[in-house]
T-cell receptor
């Protein structure tokens, strides 16, 4: 079993739809939870960052962390064609050695 | 200007050749990393460095070496390239005082024939 599971998609939605992207994880020690957006042939770009549990909102994006269920989500409201990209979840903790795990990414396509 | 710059952007090489990928950053971060990205496998850590005198192996360091020449420069070498090292390589940086936020370069697409 992978430490972080993420549906690869692709996920196609019409412009203006609400998008829900999810990851599950197995290691309860993770403390930091991130979402990265990656456009084709570009480096991942940090989109959302959450420490521990709870929700965080930034414009059209909302990140949720449910540590009891080991489940994180990213919601995109009023999706735009420019949101078409691959979204990577990531999580980490520091415990003597460096530990930072990425999901494999969900490819999202928003249709105009 | 890019904060994390990788060179070259693309590289095609032959099996057995030695190659070096270079990374420089203007973010002033102490921590630097090399990752590779493969379809279906996601991003995997090759090496990381928390300061100029610190080098640590990641989960897939075999066949790779690194050099931290300065706070701003971190290079990755493939001593004898093999086809299964064909991948997209990313350099990243982070700041100890800024949580676990990673900042990535634009990547180097490496093909080993």
């Amino acid at each position: 079993q992978k430490e972080v599971e993420q549906d690869p998609g692709p996920l196609s939605v019409p412009e203006g739809a609400i998008v829900s992207l999810n990851c599950t994880y197995s290691n309860s020690a993770f403390q930091y939870f991130m979402w990265y957006r990656q456009y084709s042939r570009k480096g991942p770009e940090l989109l959302m960052y959450t420490y521990s549990s709870g929700n965080k909102e930034d414009g059209r994006f909302t990140a949720q962390v449910d540590k009891s269920s080991k489940y994180i989500s990213l919601f995109i409201r009023d999706s735009q064609p420019s949101d078409s990209a691959t979204y990577l979840c990531a999580m980490s903790f520091l415990s003597g050695t460096y530990k930072y795990i990425f999901g494999t990414g969900t490819r999202l396509k928003v249709l105009a | 200007d890019a904060d994390v710059t990788q060179t070259p952007r693309n590289r095609i090489t032959k099996t057995g050749k030695r190659i070096m990928l270079e990374c420089s950053q203007t973010k002033g971060h102490d921590r630097m990393y090399w990752y590779r990205q493969d379809p279906g496998l996601g991003l995997r850590l090759i090496y990381y460095s928390f300061d100029v005198k610190d080098i640590n192996k990641g989960e897939i360091s075999d066949g790779y070496s690194v050099s931290r020449q300065a706070q701003a420069k971190f290079s990755l070498s493939l001593e004898s390239a093999i086809p299964n090292q064909t991948a997209l390589y990313f350099c990243a940086t982070s700041d100890e005082g800024d949580g676990e936020k990673l900042f990535f370069g634009s990547g180097t697409q490496l093909s080993v024939l």
